[in-house]
């Protein structure tokens, strides 16, 4: 398989308006990735007791899985989402359920060596098979890139360690650009020889090649018509489904751009017609 996604796909539970829809960055990376073209291999473990919701969304929009390693005994990966008046979106909470005592099979593993492109979204669930992996040298083929998110299960020391095993290191840099610790990590992206690429919201995105100096791509700042859930995962996909294609960072950066903008129009982390049913229906309300 060309395009290979890994990561936990759980249940979104939002707050305030008080349902449950298919979510976590991975599957809104493969649902993203599907769309335009990329038609990605996403594995991940769902839950039996209430994975029908998520498998429901991957039939419907026609992602491809491991059907006989994608279900476990037990509970989805569970996660809640606040949403401010002003769009503002709050992700806390995560209950890993069948997450918890993670490994992945003998197919799986052969599936990730394999690939050509892999793209992993770097959580507590997965690390310790991730660094399995990178131990054992499995990871040498793929063109490989990783989700670390907002940092939250990393400090300096261990994404320096993970980024050796990383081609493509996307970081949501939350904090302020003369922070220290941003500048440990763009000093281990070069170290590593990879390619840092650190969003940082409306302030732009911060492009930290393995050879010069980092630089700010500015971005043209958008109202959130919706909720800022989700721009990190369009900005992402999009970036990957040209990067992908061309190897041409340009192209790359101004397509991801293009998807985080329009992520801002969407009161979920994908537009409603994704959803199709789910999108507040009874049928998933906890």
Excluded at 24 to 38: D, K, R, S, V
Excluded at 52 to 58: P, Q, R, T
Excluded at 180 to 209: D, K, S, Y
Excluded at 258 to 264: K, V
Aim: net charge negative; charged share 20%; aromatic share 10%.
């Amino acid at each position: 398989m060309s395009n290979v996604l890994w990561g936990v796909a759980c249940l979104d539970y939002y707050t305030k308006a008080d349902y449950l829809l298919p979510g976590c960055g991975i599957l809104h990376n493969a649902y993203h990735l599907q769309q335009l073209g990329a038609a990605p291999l996403l594995l991940t473990r769902l839950g039996r007791d209430d994975g029908a919701v998520i498998e429901h969304f991957l039939t419907r929009h026609h992602i491809a899985v491991h059907a006989d390693c994608l279900w476990a005994p037990g509970a989805c990966a569970r996660i809640e989402v606040t949403v401010d008046a002003d769009g503002a979106a709050h992700v806390h909470d995560f209950t890993p359920g069948v997450w918890s005592d993670y490994r992945l099979s003998a197919h799986e593993t052969q599936t990730l060596a394999a690939a050509r492109h892999l793209h992993i979204v770097l959580t507590a669930p997965v690390l310790g098979e991730f660094r399995r992996l990178c131990a054992q040298d499995a990871l040498k083929q793929p063109l490989v890139s990783a989700d670390f998110l907002a940092l939250y299960d990393f400090d300096a020391a261990s994404f320096a360690e993970a980024v050796l095993c990383i081609d493509i290191a996307f970081v949501g840099w939350q904090g302020a650009l003369d922070d220290p610790l941003l500048h440990t990590l763009m000093r281990a992206t070069q170290t590593a020889g990879a390619l840092g690429i650190f969003t940082l919201g409306e302030r732009g995105v911060l492009v930290c090649e393995p050879a010069g100096e980092p630089r700010l791509e500015r971005v043209e700042p958008v109202p959130v018509v919706g909720s800022t859930n989700g721009c990190g995962d369009a900005f992402i996909s999009y970036f990957l489904a040209e990067y992908w294609r061309s190897r041409n960072l340009t192209r790359a950066l101004a397509q991801g751009k293009r998807g985080g903008a329009l992520a801002t129009r969407w009161r979920h982390a994908l537009p409603d017609r994704a959803y199709g049913r789910s999108a507040g229906a009874a049928a998933y309300l906890p």
